[in-house]
């Protein structure tokens, strides 16, 4: 149970409320949202289970888990790589996730000042370009948000944090249905346009960058490819069934995110706004339904403080590996890595709350600082460590042992084999390849 929270809350995040819709949008719809749910069950649900399957045997942090469990099969201690580049990558996220977590807080204020009452999507839009265009408000959220992460993992993922998840996850799945259920009941027909932008093929809209988009979104939000889930997996007993396990928090996840959808792009039709909004979306179109329905100023503090909760449950989980590795590779005691680590990865989150901002027209192959680290991690990094993994776990460790571990028929099994060394690598592999030609 404690693990499943663990887990669960790693996963769900910003990545399931705030950037599942968004890309959605931007992507066209319908051919981004079904390649994203193909991808979390056919890519990503095998990988989580790798991931869980090496973390258990290795019972270390994610490069020595690698090294060892490299050695133990017999080849090449390299494989380490995996685990480096991971946690390379957990970090980079963090100073962007660290940015729009503080967004997230600050909307709580903002919500519960009133800000919204009555407003249309003209008014959302203007507060959020407003606050997109205050370094200082940007930057002290972003500092609150990287503090308090840090001082959770500095206390050691404790116990508290655990038992508050248990009333702020249910509470945002909640309140979620209790928006889908609104949009649907205000927006009217823009709720049926909301449904087949989100569900009716739309094949004129797939192309090699929504794809590639999706993917690596299936990552992101199932928190794969930076050796977290490897790191959750060493506390995983032996009797665990780990693909029942994957497949609850594989469903878990896709629920928070089509809910998501399902109560944001009903407003966006409704009030004439954008889909392709970008990073804004969910911040322009809440506030609106919040600042509209009876007791909207209650719901939307309550649920921006879910999102802030969830985000940190996910955002604790991004700077645990850097953490564990400069306490094991240098003197540093837990304090000292932590606020080691928090400065350096705070201090590239400020110059991605600039490109907000002051440098937005600082840009390098025409994306600005944000654009490009989320590019670099989702579109690059994650999928080329899930590759490495399930490239690992299919051709390198030995497969009889695996087959007794997951407890698969000999039938089953071959499905399995067939996907992990087969389908997984050469799907991956295509995408990386199509998306650098893009
Ligand atoms: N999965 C989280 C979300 O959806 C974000 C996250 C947490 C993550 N840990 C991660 C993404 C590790 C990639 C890798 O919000």
């Known amino acids: 149970m404690g693990f499943m929270l663990a887990a669960a809350g790693s996963a769900v995040g910003l990545g399931n409320i705030w950037k599942f819709p968004y890309m959605a949008g931007q992507m066209g719809g319908s051919v981004f ?9 056919v890519i990503g649900l095998p990988i989580l289970v790798t991931e869980w399957l090496i973390g258990r045997r290795g019972q270390k942090n994610p490069i020595h888990t690698m090294e060892d469990v490299a050695k133990a099969e017999g080849r090449s201690a390299n494989w380490r790589w995996v685990g480096i580049i991971g946690v390379l990558g957990s970090f980079l996220i963090l ?4 940015v729009i977590g503080g967004w997230a807080t600050d909307y709580i204020f903002l919500a519960g000042k009133g800000t919204f009452l009555g407003m249309n999507g003209e008014g959302t839009n ?3 370009s407003e606050f997109l265009g205050s370094v200082n408000h940007l930057l002290i959220w972003h500092t609150v948000f990287m503090f308090a992460t840090a001082v959770i993992v500095a206390m050691g993922v404790s116990g508290g944090l655990e038992r508050s998840c248990k009333i702020m996850m249910p509470g945002l799945g909640l309140l979620l249905i209790g928006l889908v259920v609104y949009a649907a009941v205000v927006s009217g027909p823009a709720f049926g346009q909301a449904f087949s932008f989100l569900f009716t093929p739309n094949w004129s809209a797939l192309t090699g960058e929504a794809v590639l988009a999706a993917l690596g979104h299936a990552f992101f939000s199932l928190s794969l490819g930076m050796g977290i889930m490897m790191a959750y997996g060493s506390y995983l007993g032996k009797d665990v069934n780990l693909i029942s396990t994957a497949r ?3 469903i878990l996840d896709v629920i928070v995110a089509i809910l998501s959808g399902l109560a944001i792009f009903p407003l966006v039709f409704a009030n004439g706004l954008q889909p392709g909004k970008g990073a804004g979306l969910i911040f322009v179109t809440l506030p609106i339904a919040f600042g509209n329905m009876t007791g ?3 719901l939307g503090v309550l649920f921006f403080i879910f999102l802030t909760f969830a985000a940190l449950t996910s955002s604790i989980s991004l700077l645990e590996p850097t953490v564990e590795l400069l306490e094991e590779k240098t003197p540093l005691g837990r304090k000292s890595a932590t606020l080691l680590s928090s400065v350096v990865i705070w201090a590239l989150g400020v110059a991605c709350v600039l490109s907000f901002n002051e440098w937005q027209n600082v840009t390098l192959f025409g994306k600005n600082i944000f654009d490009l680290l989320d590019y670099f991690t989702s579109k690059l990094m ?6 490495g993994t399930i490239i690992f776990a299919g051709w390198m460790m030995n497969q009889e042992t695996i087959r007794r571990e997951l407890n698969l028929s000999p039938a089953l099994f071959a499905g399995w084999k067939f996907l992990c060394r087969i389908v997984i690598p050469i799907a991956v592999i295509f995408i990386l390849i199509y998306g650098f030609m893009d």
């Open 95 to 98: 100073s962007f996730y660290s």
């Open 126 to 128: 203007r507060i959020f």
């Open 296 to 298: 909207g100023t209650i």
């Open 382 to 387: 994650l999928p080329l460590t899930g590759l």
């Open 33 to 41: 949202v079904l390649t994203y749910l193909v991808c979390m069950f």
């Open 248 to 250: 609850t928090v594989v």
